[in-house]
């Protein structure tokens, strides 16, 4: 088991082999640190120089509002059959058959939703992916779901991580970043023990599926915010 980033960011950059990209998928528990391990591992492989990494995240995948109330799912808005999973799958099998088919500089930019935590609500067309990316980071809670469109995702990942860290300090993170976007601390609260804690219990369920389960120590903190 990798304890250092380095470590991680050598086998990040090793997974694109034989002229192709590869898609690297993170995996976890809500607040586990999915978003804070593919950001510097991007970060450090681009290196402030052409892209290289791209960043491309699951959520950007959620149903919007209006769609989970004509379902009658948004009181379990973020859990599995709350996001195109489908569509999901679609873009990833687009990234791989895009540099396949047009390799280089001349290929043609992949744009992927985002999630506007802010709004609550996925923002299309929002992360771009230029042709030079040879390594695709994405990250999400579901990645090893194996039921449903969930099962074609695993099939677009070059390798799978599993985020792990405490539950009281997974819990503490989880609650602070709902503060931060809006809700009350005592809805926050209530909110990660219903909702957010039937999905955390789902995702742990698929950790020994992973090809590598990360520690909390060889994930980089941000300087501030709760991850």
């Known amino acids: 088991m990798p304890t250092a980033f380095d470590e991680l960011l050598a086998r990040a950059r090793a997974l ?15 607040g586990a640190g999915k978003s804070t391990l593919a950001e510097a591992l991007v970060r450090a492989l681009n290196g402030g120089s052409e892209l290289w990494a791209a960043h491309v995240p699951m959520d950007g995948f959620h149903l919007a509002d209006a769609e989970l109330d004509r379902l009658g799912r948004r009181d379990r808005k973020g859990a ?16 791989h058959e895009e540099y396949r088919e047009h390799p280089g500089p001349d290929g043609e930019t992949v744009y992927a939703p985002a999630f506007e935590r802010v709004l609550e609500q996925p923002v299309a067309g929002a992360v771009p992916v230029p042709p030079t990316v040879r390594l695709v980071v994405t990250e999400g809670n579901y990645l090893l779901l194996d039921n449903g469109a969930w099962a ?22 989880l ?17 990660v023990a219903g909702t957010d804690q039937r999905n955390a219990d789902l995702v742990a369920m698929t950790r020994d599926r992973a ?4 520690p909390a120590a ?10």
């Open 16 to 30: 694109p082999r034989d002229g192709r990209r590869a898609v690297l998928g993170i995996t976890g528990s809500p």
């Open 80 to 95: 599995p059959d709350t996001f195109d999973a489908a569509g999901y799958a679609a873009l990833l099998r687009r990234l």
């Open 152 to 173: 074609r995702v695993r099939a677009q990942l070059d390798e799978v991580w599993f985020c792990e860290l405490d539950e009281p300090e997974r819990v503490r993170r």
């Open 175 to 191: 609650v602070a970043r709902h503060v931060e976007f809006g809700k009350g601390p005592e809805e926050a609260a209530a909110w």
């Open 211 to 214: 090809d590598l389960v990360v």
């Open 218 to 227: 060889a994930v980089p903190r941000p300087e501030s915010g709760p991850g």
